[in-house]
């Protein structure tokens, strides 16, 4: 009656040991699916960051053309400047010149700096939205090694305890059995518990 009550005892609780085993291997799978998405997202973010480059790269393109063309007409400036200075042609006609190409210098400065200025907002963007999903992605991995560690761990604790339970099932039943019977009864009800064990652990 007594090892009956054990291997009752220790059935139950090894039932629920495997429920707990079997909840932390769901909470596992969902932690890998998070993982998974944090990565993917991930990617994601570095082709973002790849195309947005790829756009910086053309507009400093653009920048230096418009430098080399505003460096182009300062120095047709610099010659009607010493055109007029020379008298080469009417007076007139050289300051009509002159005034067109000072406002085209302006609008092309003007240009530039606007090139410039949105260039430095996008390079900060693309700077920040890095930064932003990279911290996410560490912190989401190391939640999911914390939760995936925890679980190893109480797993670990849950099948010592069901082997020490079982050690000392078997302990009482060859200490507290003497008759025959009762010996053939611990034998099988050893040889159940053990293959019960053994199939837990497999897991």
């Known amino acids: 009656m007594q090892a009956n009550a054990l291997a009752a005892s ?61 460096k182009v007409l300062a120095q047709e400036l610099k010659d009607i400047n010493d055109q007029l200075g020379e008298g080469g042609k009417s007076v007139h006609e050289l300051q009509k010149i002159r005034r067109r190409l000072e406002l085209e210098k302006e609008e092309l400065q003007q240009a530039l700096d606007e090139s410039e200025a949105a260039l430095e907002a996008e390079e900060s963007k693309v700077l920040r939205a890095q930064e932003e999903e990279f911290e ?24 010592a305890e069901l082997l020490r339970m079982k050690k000392k099932l078997e302990n009482d039943i060859n200490v507290g059995c003497r008759r025959p019977i009762c010996s053939n009864t611990s034998l099988s009800f050893t040889r159940i518990e053990s293959k019960s064990f053994h199939t837990n652990l497999s897991f």
């Open 10 to 70: 220790l059935e139950k609780k090894q039932k629920g040991f495997d429920k707990i085993v079997d909840e932390w291997r769901r909470k596992c799978e969902a932690l890998v699916q998070e993982v998974e998405s944090s990565q993917r997202d991930s990617r994601a973010a570095a082709t973002e960051a790849m195309r947005l480059r790829n756009q910086l790269e053309e507009a400093s393109e653009q920048i230096e053309g418009v430098r080399r063309e505003n």
């Open 136 to 159: 996410n992605t560490r912190k989401n991995h190391h939640r999911a090694l914390e939760s995936i560690q925890a679980s190893l761990e109480s797993e670990s604790r849950g099948r």
